[in-house]
């Protein structure tokens, strides 16, 4: 390695920009417990979720699943805002507008990559045959998830799914140019927190949240069976676009008969 390559790798190396990232997701973590406590249907969906998880724990094999990804989690979050986030983001001001845009395409360009590898890799597919189900199976021992469900996970699935967020975060920085701290924080903040809603065990339908009873209804028609369908995690855009919506009846057949019903008016 020479120096040019160095000192040019050490220019782009944004530790501040990092630590401050690092502060803001921990202080929206912790403003989140504290919204959670003041709004009675949050802290209605807490209690019943922590129960819930309370009784799993008591099987020792869960608890021991729960332990083997905290460590791994940990091993890669340390690694990725080590070795990646640096280059990714910036302390320089950047207007409200810029910083949304940025933020609903990494959203967006994330989910699409993450649907792909959900529905071809994690499950089986008539298309590459599900490699990785082996891996994904290990999600799906829960078939009525709660919150702390979206971390009941094989390693390698923990590897892929923040490698890939933060892969997307990457190449989109090359392309669009860094992230501001606060795009950063709000994005990797809305990520996480869509994946643990996904998994909470919800019971209001009531305004406002009927749209996350929706969330959390489809991805637990998901689990329900291997061969469910809502494959994306963010939306569901993609499940709607590519026809995989699940609303507890499946979509392989309703998709089949859809196709069907094409053919039959193309022929007639
Ligand atoms: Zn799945
Ligand atoms: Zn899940």
């Known amino acids: 390695m020479n120096a ?25 973590t912790l403003a989140g ?30 608890a021991e699943n729960q332990a083997w990804n905290r460590k791994w989690g940990g091993i890669f979050v340390v690694l990725i ?29 994330y989910d699409f990559f993450y649907y792909l590898m959900h529905r071809f890799l994690f499950h089986d597919s008539a298309f590459l045959g599900g ?5 994904h199976a290990v999600h799906h021992r829960q078939h009525n998830p709660c919150r702390q469900d979206s971390s009941f996970i094989h390693p390698i699935e923990v590897a892929l799914g923040l490698g890939l967020f933060v892969s997307t975060i990457f190449f989109l920085s090359l392309l669009m140019g860094s992230f501001h701290v606060v795009t950063f924080v ?8 869509i ?6 065990l919800w019971t209001s339908d009531r305004f406002p949240f009927k749209y996350m009873n929706y969330l959390s209804r489809m991805h637990h028609n998901h689990h329900a069976k291997f061969t469910g369908g809502n494959f994306a995690t963010i939306t569901l855009l993609y499940d709607w676009m590519f ?10 057949k309703r998709a089949a008969a859809q196709r069907k019903a094409a053919t039959e008016a193309n022929a007639g």
Do not use: C
């Open 131 to 135: 490699p990785l189900m082996w891996v």
């Open 243 to 252: 026809g995989t919506l699940d609303n507890g009846d499946g979509w392989k």
């Open 81 to 109: 805002f080590g070795l990646i986030v640096p280059f990714t983001v910036t302390l320089e001001t950047q207007s409200w507008s810029q910083m949304l845009i940025d933020g609903l395409v990494i959203l967006f360009v």
């Open 195 to 200: 994946n643990l809603h996904n998994h909470t």
């Open 186 to 193: 709000v994005t990797w903040t809305a990520f996480s927190q």
């Open 33 to 62: 417990k504290v919204v959670t406590q003041l709004i009675p249907t949050l802290k209605a969906a807490d209690r019943l979720n922590k129960d819930t998880l309370a009784k799993k724990m008591e099987r020792p094999s869960y």
């Open 4 to 28: 040019a390559f160095l000192s040019s790798l050490a220019e782009n190396y944004h530790w501040l920009a990092t630590l401050y990232a690092i502060a803001g997701l921990v202080i929206a």
